[in-house]
């Protein structure tokens, strides 16, 4: 059943030029759907909603109402993670505390409690009632029979029934990810990631024994069981050293091996030239089908797409020709077929398609004026993560109608973005999304830079918590009177691995802030907006990009507010570099970093920072504001003790937005035209 959550009430109240005081804390807060799972053998899916912090867990069968099974009240920052169902459906493990990115780390504590929360694993029925507490850890996987779940704690791997509770089976040395039941429920399969290499490990629970299968100098990645379990498929990698051509290769192939014997073949090598580095979807990457064929992904083509490979050798072939990139990808229950979401016909949205395994053409499943991503399988059922301009994240069976599995979060006043391109300064195409000012004049201006920089903004909201939160405020300032340009700047995904992997890309040159200059000039130039009111705000490598545009072009850019960015991108670099070569590599770092430009930024910036961030250190900004400090240049700042990167709780979110509002207004959107 449809049930709307809408907002703000009136569908004329953002065209007004000034927005009402409270319309981030009413949009922010919106419920917004996540980690989409179904069950293996009938139709029943679950997902997590986030609503204005508050998270819970929601079980929904198609045809009938969907319920929430917890009923968690409170904006504490504990993430709800790891959800997995038995294959009946009937019960479901998750976890509550820690960070899913993170999982093995120490549980952050965002909400400040005098005791610090753990990370912790339950089941529960889903029917209802009341968790089953199985102990810390996280990355569940029940077996067949769904009466024994195991999982992994800090390097060890775990059992659990509800007969005998929890023991630890085995300790291994690095960390472990892609834990997987064999089809016979006798072994269980990982990867084990020791930092510059890992392997693929099987663990017997007969005799509790571990097997490191086919150990190398490299990376072993995406581990797959063959139907019958004698034999696992897996992805080998190296990446290119920094002296080497990236398609010079072949950087990786997959492989196979003998569960009974050992015995370790390569079934095939990437060749040298586009492709010949491995580069995967967000989903998993190898697959091995109940007719005997592997499908994974490969750039041959210069676009992300799903090919075929017959194990016992032969010629691969593509599913998924054309000019547009695969982002996620899974065969069909019955065997017979790929489901798969990509952007193709339309670079900037998102669908899925089906596609037999026979060669015949993909045939589209969903297409809406939105997108869908993340397909999903519950018994034979697919559903969906959809979105659009004005709809959530929310889980929908992947029809032609996007049936609701669930509610669905509306802000039913938020315009379409427009979908622009125009060209840099070296003629690479930027292709970016307009949120046109409300009212007459000349506008203030701002680019919105997102972070990654892996990533696409989409002309509408985004399945990402993060970025959809980024969508509102983007929506807020052009409710407010600014010109909002959003930018898919070079090194980010969508357009293909030539935009992707583009020359002098980070801290070789920073050829992605050629994208950002042109975007601030292609604005300057237009008509209705006001040449000196451009600014600029954006998060983690959008915080990197806003800070060395404000390093670079303060002429140009007026102000900015920089989320959790990078300002110093020195680092050290590989030993297969000479010495001189070594030194010319770092001085080019300083030179891509904001602080090789320091001396000229003049304009006015607000630093926002979580200081148990651990994916940009705190340290960055802490550096930033001793260089503006000596340099009198203005900035003000906002600290979130504990606090994470994308923060865990609404309240932090809301905070920074209405500081970043502030603070634009004052240096943007209330300042005389110069």
């Given amino acids: 059943m449809w049930r709307s959550v809408l907002v703000l009430g009136l569908s004329a109240l953002f065209a007004t030029q000034t927005a009402r005081a409270d319309d981030l804390a009413e949009t922010l807060g919106l419920p917004i759907a996540s980690w989409l799972v179904g069950a293996k053998d009938v139709p029943r899916f679950a997902w997590i909603e986030n609503a204005a912090g508050v998270r819970n867990i929601w079980v929904a069968t198609p045809g009938q109402p969907a319920r929430a099974?917890?009923?968690?009240?409170?904006?504490?920052?504990?993430?709800?993670?790891?959800?997995?169902?038995?294959?009946?459906?009937?019960?479901?493990a998750f976890v509550q505390g820690g960070d899913a990115e993170f999982a093995d780390g120490a549980a952050p504590n965002i909400a400040a409690q005098s005791t610090p929360p753990k990370q912790r694993l339950f089941v529960l029925p889903t029917s209802g009632g009341t968790p089953t507490l199985v102990g810390e850890g996280h990355s569940p996987v029940f077996a067949r029979d769904g009466a024994r779940l195991a999982y992994v704690r800090r390097g060890e791997i775990w059992l659990w029934d509800r007969t005998s509770g929890a023991r630890r089976l085995a300790s291994v040395s690095g960390t472990v990810s892609r834990l997987e039941w064999s089809?016979?429920?006798?072994?269980?399969?990982?990867?084990?990631?020791?930092?510059?290499?890992?392997?693929?490990?099987?663990?017997?629970?007969?005799?509790?024994?571990?097997?490191?299968?086919?150990?190398?100098?490299?990376?072993?990645?995406?581990p797959t069981f063959s139907p019958d379990g004698t034999q696992i498929a897996y992805i080998r990698y190296l990446d290119p050293p920094a002296d080497a051509a990236p398609d010079g290769g072949p950087y990786w192939s997959i492989r196979s091996v003998d569960i009974a014997t050992g015995t370790a073949r390569q079934i095939w090598a990437a060749p040298a030239g586009t492709g010949s580095s491995f580069y995967g979807t967000r989903g998993r990457n190898l697959f091995w089908t109940p007719d005997g064929r592997l499908l994974f992904p490969w750039?041959?083509?210069?676009?992300?797409?799903?090919?075929?490979?017959?194990?016992?050798?032969?010629?691969?072939?593509?599913?998924?020709?054309?000019?547009?990139?695969?982002?996620?990808?899974?065969?069909?229950?019955?065997?017979?077929?790929?489901?798969?979401?990509?952007?193709?016909?339309?670079?900037?949205r998102r669908h899925v398609w089906r596609v037999s395994l026979d060669g015949k053409a993909p045939t589209p499943v969903t297409k809406s004026s939105g997108s869908e991503s993340i397909p999903t399988f519950a018994g034979p059922t697919l559903a969906v993560m959809a979105t659009d301009a004005t709809h959530l994240a929310y889980p929908a069976v992947a029809d032609r109608t996007l049936a609701p599995l669930g509610p669905v979060s509306v802000a039913p006043s938020f315009p379409a973005p427009e979908t622009v391109t125009f060209p840099a300064a070296?003629?690479?195409?930027?292709?970016?999304?307009?949120?046109?000012?409300?009212?007459?004049?000349?506008?203030?201006?701002?680019?919105?830079?997102?972070?990654?920089?892996?990533?696409?903004?989409?002309?509408?909201?985004?399945?990402?918590?993060?970025y959809s939160n980024a969508y509102i405020l983007n929506?807020?300032?052009?409710?407010?009177?600014?010109?909002?340009?959003?930018?898919?700047?070079?090194?980010?995904?969508?357009?293909?691995?030539?935009?992707?992997?583009?020359?002098?890309?980070?801290?070789?040159?920073?050829?992605?802030?050629?994208?950002?200059?042109?975007?601030?000039?292609?604005?300057?130039?237009?008509p209705d907006v006001d040449p000196k009111r451009i600014g600029i705000w954006g998060g983690s490598w959008g915080g990197y990009l806003t800070a060395l545009a404000?390093?670079?072009?303060?002429?140009?850019?007026?102000?900015?507010?920089?989320?959790?960015?990078?300002?110093?991108?020195?680092?050290?670099?590989?030993?297969?570099?000479?010495?001189?070569?070594?030194?010319?590599?770092?001085?080019?770092?300083w030179q891509s970093s904001p602080m090789g430009a320091i001396n000229s930024w003049r304009s006015p910036v607000l630093i926002i920072h979580g200081d148990d961030d651990k994916n940009?250190?705190?340290?960055?900004?802490?550096?930033?504001?001793?260089?503006?400090?000596?340099?009198?240049?203005?900035?003000?700042?906002?600290?979130?003790?504990?606090?994470?990167?994308?923060?865990?709780?609404?309240?932090?979110?809301l905070a920074s937005y209405r500081a970043a509002d502030a603070f634009l207004n004052r240096t943007l959107l209330h300042k005389d035209a110069r």
């Fill in 426 to 466: 070296d003629r690479v195409t930027v292709h970016a999304q307009l949120f046109r000012a409300q009212g007459p004049g000349k506008h203030p201006a701002l680019i919105f830079v997102h972070g990654g920089p892996r990533r696409q903004m989409l002309p509408g909201f985004h399945t990402s918590y993060y």
């Fill in 183 to 222: 089809p016979d429920d006798a072994r269980l399969l990982f990867v084990e990631d020791r930092g510059d290499h890992s392997f693929i490990a099987t663990l017997d629970l007969a005799d509790v024994r571990l097997r490191y299968l086919d150990p190398g100098l490299d990376n072993a990645a995406e």
């Fill in 299 to 348: 750039e041959q083509s210069g676009w992300l797409h799903v090919y075929t490979l017959d194990p016992k050798g032969g010629a691969t072939r593509d599913l998924t020709p054309g000019k547009f990139e695969v982002e996620s990808f899974l065969p069909a229950p019955d065997g017979n077929a790929l489901v798969y979401a990509a952007n193709a016909g339309d670079l900037e």
């Fill in 475 to 526: 929506q807020h300032f052009a409710a407010q009177g600014y010109d909002v340009l959003s930018v898919n700047y070079r090194s980010g995904t969508g357009y293909g691995r030539a935009f992707r992997e583009a020359p002098e890309q980070a801290r070789g040159g920073a050829s992605e802030y050629r994208d950002v200059l042109a975007a601030g000039k292609w604005l300057a130039a237009r």
């Fill in 550 to 589: 404000l390093a670079r072009n303060s002429d140009l850019f007026a102000a900015g507010v920089d989320f959790h960015g990078v300002h110093a991108m020195v680092r050290p670099v590989e030993k297969t570099l000479s010495p001189e070569a070594e030194a010319a590599a770092h001085a080019l770092q």
């Fill in 616 to 653: 940009v250190d705190f340290s960055q900004s802490v550096l930033l504001a001793r260089a503006l400090t000596a340099r009198h240049a203005p900035f003000e700042q906002l600290v979130f003790p504990n606090e994470r990167h994308d923060f865990f709780r609404y309240a932090d979110w």
């Fill in 69 to 92: 099974i917890t009923a968690f009240t409170e904006d504490d920052g504990q993430q709800l993670a790891d959800l997995t169902l038995t294959r009946d459906g009937t019960t479901i």
